[in-house]
């Protein structure tokens, strides 16, 4: 869906006002890439893009829950080296709420957004969990 959006606000830049035609090809194209062979997506799937608002009012909408599970799991990852020590650190965290930025509340627990490591430790548990299922 992220590709999606990048094409939308792209081709808006680019070209103006699209129709919904357009926005349906970039629809499908980039469901179609995602999907592979695994699902077979008709011509009428195209306007299915429509259903989703903040495709149109916000752009970069979909990445925030790319961001938001990475840093989960990242956290995840933290907890399994961490262990118990770990719990009360996340405690505090999520007692915060949105008070401040996820980077200004996780550098108090010496946690830096900007470390590829951190970033890493996420995408470990993700292959992690694809070793198992394989």
């Not at 869906?1 to 926005?23: A, I, V, Y």
């Not at 090809?25 to 592979?36: D, I, K, N, P, V």
């Not at 695994?38 to 495709?55: E, K």
């Given at each position: 869906?992220?590709?999606?959006?990048?094409?939308?606000?792209?081709?808006?830049?680019?070209?103006?006002?699209?129709?919904?035609?357009?926005?349906s090809?970039?629809?499908?194209?980039?469901?179609?890439?995602?999907?592979?062979d695994?699902?077979?997506?008709?011509?009428?799937?195209?306007?299915?893009?429509?259903?989703?608002?903040?495709?149109l009012?916000?752009?970069?909408?979909?990445?925030?829950?790319?961001?938001?599970?990475?840093?989960?799991?990242?956290?995840?990852?933290l907890?399994?080296?961490?262990?118990?020590?770990?719990?009360?650190?996340y405690?505090?965290?999520?007692?915060?709420?949105?008070?401040?930025?996820?980077?200004e509340?996780?550098?108090?627990?010496?946690?830096?957004?900007?470390?590829?490591?951190?970033?890493?430790?996420?995408?470990?548990?993700?292959?992690?969990?694809?070793?198992?299922?394989?």
């Open positions: 869906m992220n590709r999606f959006e990048q094409l939308m606000h792209e081709g808006r830049r680019k070209h103006g006002e699209l129709s919904s035609e357009r926005l090809e970039y629809w499908l194209s980039t469901q179609r890439a995602m999907f592979g695994s699902v077979n997506l008709s011509d009428d799937y195209g306007i299915w893009w429509s259903y989703i608002p903040h495709f009012s916000t752009p970069g909408y979909v990445y925030s829950y790319a961001f938001g599970e990475l840093l989960v799991l990242a956290l995840y990852g907890y399994q080296k961490e262990g118990e020590t770990f719990i009360e650190k405690l505090e965290l999520l007692s915060r709420g949105g008070s401040k930025s996820p980077y509340m996780l550098k108090t627990f010496n946690i830096d957004l900007d470390s590829p490591e951190f970033w890493l430790s996420g995408l470990t548990v993700i292959e992690d969990m694809l070793a198992k299922v394989e």
